[in-house]
């Protein structure tokens, strides 16, 4: 017994423009994420090396 399988479905046209900017808004995002917990790293690190040096 043989299932004969049909063809799989078309998939939908993609948006490239609107994925090319929800990507770069991600990527903006990510940076910006990143760089406020550098500073906050940075920060805490100076608050640490005061306190050992005073």
Known sequence: ?????????RL???DMDA???DEQRAQRLTWSVGAV???VL???LCLLCTR???
């Open 1 to 9: 017994m043989h299932v004969q399988v049909p063809p799989p479905r």
């Open 52 to 54: 050992v040096v005073f």
């Open 12 to 14: 939908p046209a993609q």
């Open 42 to 44: 940075l920060g805490l």
């Open 19 to 21: 994925l090319d900017a």
């Open 37 to 39: 917990a550098g500073v």
